[in-house]
């Protein structure tokens, strides 16, 4: 990369994307994968073709996007369409993120990845790996006020993330989320500081 990367990362309702938000009010080059994810699938995306190719087009919604309910259903009735879903996206998202890490300009770039420890595709990317945490319990109340999910169906999708405890251990850098979003913005610039201070001095 032509500047150093932070990769973001963190469980479901942890606050990733608030962090990511002040990070980009401090003029860091933010680049998000559920973003391009989103493009990539969005009318005219990307990958459209081939997800109509090996899907059909009963999972293509009115406006060409891609009807994410009826893709939904599909991957959680059957794990092999999960595969061959994520065979499609996952290069293709990769491959836009590279290339927009490499015209970013800035001091350093924060990549948000939300499966980032799931992955090894992105571990060469990055000068650091840093984890938004907060508890379970705070994670589901977020996740079910938010989305109107239920507890179950919070705690099942934190299932299949890798676990707090792991993630923890495999973070260079940890912003503690537990409280309020001014807590959260202030311990964001703390670490926008530290990177300005250690990253770009490494790359000198």
Do not use: W
Request: hydrophobic letters at 45%; a neutral charge.
């Amino acid at each position: 990369m032509a500047i150093p990367v932070v990769g973001l990362t963190g469980g479901i309702g942890s606050g990733k994307s608030a962090a990511a938000d002040r990070f980009a009010e401090l003029g860091v080059p933010v680049i998000d994968t559920d973003s391009i994810a989103h493009q990539l699938t969005g009318p005219g995306g990307a990958a459209m073709t081939e997800i109509v190719r090996v899907f059909g087009p009963g999972v293509v919604a009115g406006d060409g996007s891609l009807d994410r309910a009826a893709m939904r259903a599909r991957v959680f009735a059957e794990p092999e369409e999960r595969k061959r879903l994520e065979a499609i996206l996952h290069p293709a998202i990769h491959a836009e993120s590279v290339r927009r890490l490499q015209a970013a300009v800035g001091d350093y770039a924060v990549l948000v990845v939300p499966l980032l420890f799931e992955s090894d595709r992105y571990a060469p990317l990055l000068a650091r790996a840093l984890v938004v945490d907060c508890s379970e319990e705070v994670q589901v109340e977020r996740v079910m006020r938010r989305s109107k999910l239920s507890a179950d169906a919070v705690r099942a999708i934190m299932a299949a993330q890798l676990s707090r405890s792991e993630r923890l251990r495999r973070a260079d850098d940890v912003i503690d989320n537990s409280g309020g979003l001014a807590e959260l913005r202030l311990q964001v610039d703390a670490k926008h500081s530290y990177y300005l201070a250690n990253l770009v001095k490494a790359m000198l």
